[in-house]
């Protein structure tokens, strides 16, 4: 037998002889309603096609439990991995993700922020699109709503959940000196904070091992295309006469993939042994850096706490805006773990 069809919550409600407040409570949360009443709403269930429109009637609260989440792109598996991870713990709390993406382009981000008003959010986790974004974009969101940010720190005083670069550079940095010749730093285009605090700690720490540091900025203009840019930046270095050292330490390991292919094409070999020619390193254990050739060795994020303390933090400043005692914004970082693989 096909089951029934309903246009409405209201028409829904009537066939299973209860209020439409008392249909509403259910789909809220069902063990709020008497059992009796459960059990008839359930036994309609399983007799129709019936499914509310959530999104609509969370539009029409006063405080949504809609929760917008904006990062610059999602062709980046780290921001697909910590992504994920945001809306299951979003979803497990009883909130509607709604994720946008402004595909690197600051015009984009000013767009997907009207957006998220327009939904009428209760707060938002936004990875900052950093130095290229419009000066009023999110302060236009933090105007109306609780804001979090992860990756890289906002340009405005707010919650930050993300990676300790000083720690986890400085980690690498000491591995590599005290298992091999010191590394020379390639740099990628500052797109963020996170490319400057990882040179400095980089500075430092070669500094505090007893050698100087030599960074090689890259020679382009700024892109997120991090891969071709490594590749192209290696292909220029071999160009003009070879490396400077035998250690390469990458900024983070989508750069370190193109440089990798640039040296392998090159012929030359990487890796940890006495045969190898270069051995090259990179930053953020991004998921494809076991699968390399040889695999990378890498400096991994706590993805699943970046994920964990932004939902945490965002749902705290929610409840606090709304009795008016926000209390003040504080930067969180977190230790990452030195992942030591073939590549160095």
Not at 195 to 218: F, W
Not at 248 to 272: H, S
Not at 333 to 339: C, N, R, S
Request: hydrophobic share 40%; charged share 25%.
């Amino acid at each position: 037998m096909a089951k029934k069809s309903y246009n409405s919550m209201n028409d829904f409600a009537a066939v299973c002889g209860i209020s439409r407040p008392t249909l509403s409570k259910y789909f809220n949360d069902p063990m709020t309603v008497k059992e009796v009443t459960r059990k008839r709403i359930e036994a309609a269930l399983k007799k129709s096609n019936f499914e509310p429109n959530m999104f609509a009637r969370h539009l029409n609260r006063k405080r949504t439990r809609n929760i917008g989440i904006l990062v610059p792109t999602m062709s980046d598996p780290f921001y697909v991995q910590v992504v994920t991870l945001i809306e299951l713990e979003l979803r497990a709390k009883g909130y509607w993700p709604i994720q946008i993406s402004c595909h690197t382009r600051p015009e984009l981000e000013e767009e997907a922020i009207r957006t998220l008003l327009a939904f009428k959010v209760a707060g938002a986790i936004v990875a900052p699109l950093g130095a290229q974004s419009q000066p009023s974009a999110l302060p236009r969101l933090t105007d109306a709503i609780p804001v979090v940010c992860f990756d890289t720190p906002a340009s405005i005083d707010l919650p930050y959940v993300g990676n300790d670069n000083a720690q986890s550079v400085a980690a690498m940095v000491q591995y590599l000196c005290r298992s091999g010749e010191p590394p020379v730093f390639l740099e990628v285009p500052r797109v963020n904070e996170n490319s400057g605090e990882r040179q400095n700690s980089y500075r430092a720490t070669m500094l505090k091992e007893g050698h100087s540091p030599l960074v090689i900025d890259c020679d382009a203009p700024v892109s997120w295309e991090f891969e071709r840019l490594g590749f192209e930046q290696m292909q220029r270095l071999l160009a003009k006469g070879g490396l400077p050292g035998k250690t390469v330490l990458c900024a983070n390991d989508r750069f370190a993939f193109g440089a990798m292919a640039a040296a392998c094409q090159a012929g030359l070999k990487i890796g940890r042994g006495s045969e190898a020619d270069v051995r090259i390193a990179g930053h953020d254990d991004h998921p494809l850096s076991r699968y390399t050739c040889p695999s990378l060795t890498t400096m991994a994020q706590n993805a699943p706490e970046i994920a964990a303390k932004s939902v945490e933090i965002l749902l705290r400043r929610i409840d606090e805006a709304e009795e008016g005692k926000l209390s003040p914004a504080r930067k969180l970082t977190l230790e990452a773990t030195l992942m030591m693989r073939d590549s160095a």
